[in-house]
């Protein structure tokens, strides 16, 4: 079974940076895609952004030229760097990988 471990996340001003990362565990296989998904409260989740293992990625146009994602080749290692942080981005974070497995998630707050 595959289980997903966040860390990272916390509390940071606007306009600061933070540094998400997420391991999976459980398989031998390398997960095709893993990314980031984001829920605020009252809000539905929404997709934040994904790799591929071949490296292909893509961003909500809301994070777009502020987050990065990346992934160690070969491995099912995601990492998600947040600079100018906004207080819309102010959310539980959670690792996803395919098919349909989700970390706990890690709350990240950015005070205004």
């Known amino acids: 079974q595959v289980t997903l471990v966040e860390s990272g996340g916390g509390l940071v001003q606007a306009g600061g940076s933070l540094r998400l990362s997420c391991a999976a565990s459980g398989t031998m296989l390398i997960i095709n895609t893993m990314g980031w998904y984001r829920q605020a409260p009252g809000k539905q989740r929404e997709l934040v952004a994904t790799?591929?293992?071949?490296?292909?990625?893509a961003y909500a146009d809301s994070v777009n030229g502020r987050f990065t994602i990346s992934r160690d080749r070969g491995k099912n290692t995601v990492v998600l760097q947040m600079n100018s942080l906004k207080a819309e981005d102010t959310a539980v974070y959670h690792c996803?990988?395919?098919?349909?497995?989700w970390g706990r998630g890690t709350q990240v707050t950015v005070s205004s």
């Open positions: 790799i591929t293992s071949g490296g292909n990625t």
């Open positions: 996803y990988a395919s098919r349909n497995i």
